[in-house]
């Protein structure tokens, strides 16, 4: 579980409201985490062990993935997937302690007497789980940026460097301003003033809020952008086309459906828990169901918060795991390329064979901003079996008699 209060626990004139989450039922608590974060990373590595990608003459080899460079798409998600195993481990590790220690655990934050290995301990796995998923926040942010830019124009091959600095730099610089405004003057005696751990839950939840306000804006900018993109190809739009588009917006629908699902009852959680410090006594009778609705999202916290990294592999790539003989179901549209349907327009069948006007217009598609529009459909969403657009365009000997042939475009969605 990702939570600023985590890191306001080590305190040891932490305030009212984080007293309440963290004193009710802690062991219950952690082994709530504890089971949901071994969960994710049992069915994580389920996700990885069989690799049934259908062979075929449709399907990229082996020696031609290794042999060309992933996508920034692609390697945006092997970041976001790291920054999510690392912190989830983060989680484990520090429920597996709290679960096995007790008597470590019960010398964190007692005032002026704590001993430095547990507030190091503390300290240190709150800083850890709150840089790994503020990062992953981050990547996830640069995801919907580039898919943006992969259709409106090319996105570089230099940029990744960029998505790099926005993602470590970003998540180091807000939390590390965030942290020493919580811990000063020092650790041992820590302000009790709300002004002092208001920029901690501030540098801790801005890019969370970035994800669940500028992803879903993105998002429909792309779908509009794939949209417009595919009637480009032929100046119509097609029924396979229109379901190409769909099954795009089906997928940012998943991640962002996903993430809420995970998410969303931090953000309550932790409006309650402000709530409650504006209180003058969050003991009252009249708060009874506020601090039961506190305790209730901080255990669904537990729950989801370490559930993110599978759930989102889920929504990428559907179920990959658990069965080798088990095929994922695939979902196959062949869609031909502006140039081609309009030869088969202008030629009939019953006329015989037809030579395409235009050599070079009919071996790519509409160019966007560098990249065909093959290229970018296919870079946009990369690595998916079951919503993943795969484009491949026949080649062949440029003699006369190849020439009477019409490349099609296919992709497999």
């Given amino acids: 579980m990702a939570s600023p209060r985590l890191g306001t626990f080590c305190c040891p004139t932490r305030d009212a409201a984080t007293q309440l989450v963290m004193s009710f039922q802690p062991r219950a608590f952690h082994a709530l985490c504890l089971g949901s974060g071994a969960l994710r990373l049992a069915l994580g590595l389920l996700q990885l062990l069989p690799g049934r990608r259908p062979a075929g003459p449709g399907a990229p080899s082996?020696?031609?993935?290794?042999?060309?460079?992933?996508?920034?798409?692609?390697?945006?998600?092997?970041?976001?997937?790291?920054?999510?195993?690392?912190g989830c481990l983060g989680i484990v590790f520090r429920s597996a302690v709290w679960l096995g220690f007790p008597?470590?655990?019960?010398?964190?934050?007692?005032?002026?007497?704590?001993?430095?290995?547990?507030?190091a301990f503390c300290v240190g796995s709150a800083v850890w789980i709150q840089l790994l998923y503020s990062t992953c926040f981050w990547w996830l942010f640069c995801y919907a940026v580039d898919a943006y830019l992969v259709i409106r124009r090319s996105s570089g091959r230099s940029i990744i460097v960029l998505y790099?600095?926005?993602?470590?730099?970003?998540?180091?610089?807000?939390?590390?301003?965030?942290?020493?405004?919580?811990?000063?003057?020092?650790?041992?005696?820590?302000?009790?003033?709300?002004?002092?751990?208001?920029?901690?839950?501030?540098?801790t939840y801005l890019p969370l809020l970035l994800v669940f306000v500028a992803n879903p804006?993105?998002?429909?900018?792309?779908?509009?952008?794939?949209?417009?993109?595919?009637?480009?190809?032929?100046g119509i739009y097609t029924e396979k086309e229109r379901r190409m588009g769909a099954m795009i917006k089906t997928r940012f629908f998943k991640i962002m459906l996903v993430f809420v699902l995970c998410w969303l009852s931090n953000i309550i959680n932790e409006s309650l828990l402000f709530y409650l410090e504006m209180q003058p006594d969050i003991n009252g009778r009249a708060l009874k169901y506020v601090r039961n609705a506190a305790m209730t999202t901080w255990f669904i916290m537990g729950i989801l918060n370490p559930a993110q990294g599978f759930l989102l592999s889920l929504a990428f790539y559907g179920w990959t795991g658990c069965s080798p003989a088990f095929q994922a179901p695939r979902k196959d549209i062949q869609w031909e390329s502006m140039t081609s349907s309009a030869a088969e327009r202008a030629c009939p069948a019953h006329e015989g064979p037809c030579t395409p006007r235009d050599g070079a217009a009919s071996r790519k598609g509409v160019h966007v901003g560098g990249h065909t529009s093959d290229e970018a459909l296919s870079m946009l969403s990369e690595g998916s079996n079951?919503?993943?657009?795969?484009?491949?365009?026949?080649?062949?000997?440029?003699?006369?008699?190849e020439a009477d042939c019409v490349p099609k475009v296919q992709g497999d969605l």
């Avoid at 008597?103 to 507030?119: K, L, Q, Y």
Wanted: a positive charge.
């Fill in 386 to 401: 079951t919503s993943t657009i795969e484009i491949h365009i026949a080649s062949g000997p440029r003699n006369g008699s």
């Fill in 62 to 86: 082996a020696s031609a993935s290794a042999s060309t460079r992933a996508p920034a798409s692609t390697r945006i998600l092997r970041a976001a997937a790291a920054c999510d195993v690392l």
């Fill in 103 to 119: 008597g470590f655990v019960e010398n964190i934050s007692v005032g002026n007497a704590t001993d430095i290995w547990p507030a």
């Fill in 217 to 234: 804006i993105l998002f429909r900018r792309t779908v509009t952008a794939v949209a417009s993109l595919l009637k480009g190809r032929q």
């Fill in 164 to 203: 790099h600095l926005i993602a470590w730099g970003l998540a180091a610089l807000l939390g590390a301003e965030g942290l020493l405004m919580l811990y000063q003057p020092s650790l041992s005696r820590c302000e009790r003033d709300l002004e002092h751990a208001v920029p901690h839950y501030v540098t």
